[in-house]
């Protein structure tokens, strides 16, 4: 059996239910503001699931290479390594607000010390990747396929300190996301979603700083969901929102799973604004053939799980056309996957979004600049790093315009 935390306090407890499922229940007496999720009110009753977990806590589990090599280090004797055994091992450095324990014990969340400005300048390839993955895997309570891990940032720490910052006393978490990628099938992932990145920037679209480094090995990126002093906010991508399993992440549409879900959680005075964000960011996803935007790279966050929600900032955007030239779109627009039209997108934006046309267009436009700028910004970086040379100028011939 797990404890589950939300902001630092005790929400209830999770356990095996069957042969595969699982139950959650709150602690008695729990405040509403200790809900787990805005899809899970505190009530009394169990909330069951028959197999695996809840979407929420199955929201932040490692994949790929991070899950392996977890599972390399922590597997029972026999072999077993269940959805509950992952919770266990990471479950005190998570993605959000949400926190795990044994049922018995308290929460330390202490992540060790590792300063980014050493991955960015250091040329260890390979072998910081290993290290750091060693390392900090079990700190990594954080989910997607390519290999990355969460890490604690030295510089970060001390700035706070230098600034006498009131920090919360439980201030040990992980502070940004080191993402890697293997060569032999993604060469230079890093790269390519740093200037994926860039162009989200140049669409003035909310993106947390991330940076490249100096090999091109590693992308480092802050951590949005952390707060000044400490604490983190809370998030739930959009599996959560579509009450879907992490597997199901490619099963959908835009318009449902994605805005319709947003304008049922989403909730601010800056509602419409964020909605146009939403609508940029699905566009510049088709500028930039990113085959992966499916439902877990788009989220929610907020401070209270009872106030308001914004749309997460923008993270995960790829060219993955550049490395499977036949990708088409993770989700559906209009009962396809394939690659809409500029007045595709126009209708997406008109009808579903309630948008003038005039505006649509304002939208789009600006999309299209963002990218033909980054377009520049990229070409300075090939001529200066010619091992990101092939990929680059894939990228520069794949990227798309989006207005008519
Ligand atoms: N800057 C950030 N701050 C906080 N959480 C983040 C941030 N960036 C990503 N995340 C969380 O980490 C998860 C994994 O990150 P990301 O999507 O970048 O990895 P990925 O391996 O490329 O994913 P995929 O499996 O979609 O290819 C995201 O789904 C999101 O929950
Ligand atoms: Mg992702």
């Given at each position: 059996m797990i404890k589950a935390w939300t902001d630092g306090a005790e929400a209830g407890l999770l356990d095996r239910r069957g042969e595969r499922g699982s139950t959650f229940v709150y602690m008695p007496g729990s405040v509403p503001e200790r809900s787990v999720?805005?899809?899970?009110?505190?009530r009394t009753a169990s909330w069951n699931t028959a197999y695996?977990?809840?979407?929420?806590?199955?929201m932040n589990l490692p994949e790929g290479a991070l899950r392996e090599r977890l599972r390399l280090r922590f597997a029972k004797p026999?072999?077993?390594?269940?959805?509950?055994?992952?919770?266990?091992?990471?479950?005190?450095?998570?993605?959000?607000?949400i926190r795990y324990t044994g049922q018995a014990e308290q929460l330390h969340e202490s992540v060790p010390f590792q300063s980014v400005d050493e991955i960015l300048a250091q040329r260890r390839g390979g072998e910081l990747y290993r290290y750091l993955l060693?390392?900090?895997?079990?700190?990594?309570?954080?989910?997607?396929?390519?290999?990355?891990?969460?890490?604690?940032d030295t510089e970060h720490s001390n700035a706070l300190k230098a600034a006498k910052v009131r920090l919360s006393q439980s201030f040990q978490g992980a502070t940004h996301i080191v993402k890697f990628w293997e060569p032999d099938e993604f060469p230079q992932l890093a790269a390519n979603e740093y200037f994926c990145l860039q162009a989200a920037e140049n669409c003035d679209l909310n993106v947390p700083r991330y940076r490249l480094a100096e090999d091109g090995m590693a992308l480092v990126v802050d951590r949005f969901d952390l707060r000044p002093d400490g604490t983190y906010c809370g998030f739930e991508d959009f599996c959560v929102l579509n009450a879907k399993r992490s597997a199901d992440k490619y099963m959908g549409s835009y318009e449902t799973a994605i805005i319709r879900r947003f304008e049922e959680y989403g909730r601010s005075n800056l509602i419409h604004e964020e909605q146009e964000h939403l609508f940029m960011?699905?566009?510049?996803?088709?500028a930039l053939r990113n085959g992966d935007a499916h439902l877990k790279n788009f989220g929610i966050i907020y401070d209270d799980v009872n106030g308001d929600a914004h749309l997460a900032p923008v993270y995960d955007l790829i060219t993955t056309t550049v490395y499977l030239e036949q990708d088409q779109m993770a989700l559906t627009l209009n009962g396809s996957k394939r690659w809409p039209s500029s007045?595709?997108?126009?209708?997406?934006?008109?009808?579903?979004l309630h948008l003038p046309p005039?505006?649509?267009l304002h939208l789009l436009q600006r999309v299209d600049e963002a990218v033909d700028f980054?377009?520049?910004?990229?070409g300075r970086y090939i001529s200066d790093h010619a091992e990101f040379a092939d990929i680059g100028n894939l990228m520069l011939q794949h990227w798309q315009r989006v207005a008519s």
């Open positions: 999720s805005v899809t899970m009110p505190v695996g977990l809840a979407p929420i806590f199955e026999s072999g077993t390594f269940d959805e509950l055994d992952v919770l266990a091992v990471v479950g005190r450095s998570q993605v959000g607000r060693d390392e900090f895997a079990q700190h990594s309570g954080i989910s997607g396929v390519q290999p990355k891990v969460l890490i604690r960011l699905i566009a510049l996803n088709c007045q595709q997108l126009s209708a997406l934006g008109e009808k579903r005039s505006r649509v980054t377009r520049k910004q990229m």
